[in-house]
């Protein structure tokens, strides 16, 4: 599956998004399927090694569910950061989605005006995160630099206490309110 595609509108947004829940909601059944037929240690294994689990942009590639879970949280945090530029930066459209391992920033306007990088953690400054995102967008020429990150307790919205440098922080819809 690509994991640099440009992302035009909120209504292609939307279509990604739907492929996600599709894995997740597929995974699940695998999950309730599993449970009354293995002892716990093997359904862990399957869990962690294979077995159990999607590409969270492709139902049919098997994934094992730990990565499963660790990409279609970084991806939705990326979804919902699109949503945000889409209403309060769309002239800067269309943007470029650069998942997992792609080179570039999280997500980058075709223009080059902005870069932005995102995450989904138990807290902003677990590993430094929060630190090395902003660091890691100090490195660009684009004008507009954000960090949106996508962790428990926080409420939606910029967080300017945790901005420097010029880079607008961004917390997204928390975990815990999905």
């Known amino acids: 599956m690509l994991k640099s595609f440009t992302v035009n ?38 869990m962690k090694f294979g077995g159990i689990g999607f590409d969270p942009l492709d139902s ?15 991806y939705l945090a990326s979804f919902y950061a ?3 530029l889409f209403t309060e930066y769309s002239e800067l459209a269309p943007f470029r989605l650069n998942l997992g391992t792609a080179p570039g920033p999280d997500i980058e306007s075709e223009c080059g005006e902005l870069a932005a990088e995102v995450f989904a953690a138990v807290a902003p400054t677990s590993n430094q995160k929060l630190k ?33 440098d010029n880079v607008i922080v961004w917390a997204l819809k928390g975990a815990d309110k999905l």
């Open 60 to 74: 049919k590639r098997e994934l094992n569910i730990v990565e499963q879970i660790n990409q279609s949280f970084t």
């Open 9 to 46: 509108n909120i209504k292609e947004l939307k279509q990604f998004e739907k492929k996600l829940y599709e894995s997740m909601d597929k995974t699940l059944f695998q999950i309730s399927s599993e449970i009354g037929l293995n002892s716990s240690q093997t359904l862990f294994s399957k």
């Open 82 to 84: 699109l949503e945000i």
């Open 132 to 164: 090395k995102d902003i660091n890691k967008v100090l490195e660009t020429d684009a004008k507009l630099k954000l960090v949106f990150f996508m962790c428990p307790n926080f409420e939606l919205g910029r967080q300017p206490k945790l901005e420097r």
